[in-house]
């Protein structure tokens, strides 16, 4: 069973993703920024449940393409779940139907 606090999180933090990095909804990688959380209104460990369960659930998966290029780039952090992200057609879907898809 899906902890609906998780399910509700991982709706704010998708939000954030492309209110942050509108180019995503067109399928662009993105690095997540530092304040992320906060903007969110998340603790630290409630974000990373939410980016998990984005990932889980398909709605966002890492980019190890982008990764790689990357990698030797100083001062981004590395999460336990990955550096650089996609947002899928599965979590682009609710979004444009919620009118979030213009990426300016």
Do not use: C
């Amino acid at each position: 069973m899906q902890d609906d606090q998780t399910v509700q999180d991982a709706a704010l933090v998708l939000a954030v993703l492309v209110r942050n990095h509108p180019e995503a909804m067109r399928g662009v990688a993105f690095t997540l920024a530092w304040d992320e959380a906060q903007q969110a209104g998340l603790d630290q460990d409630r974000f990373d449940a939410a980016m998990w369960w984005l990932i889980e659930y398909g709605f966002v998966e890492r980019d190890e393409e982008a990764e790689n290029l990357l990698g030797n780039v100083a001062g981004l952090t590395e999460y336990d779940y990955g550096l650089a992200f996609k947002i899928t057609e599965r979590g682009r879907k609710p979004l444009r139907e919620a009118g979030r898809d213009d990426p300016s």
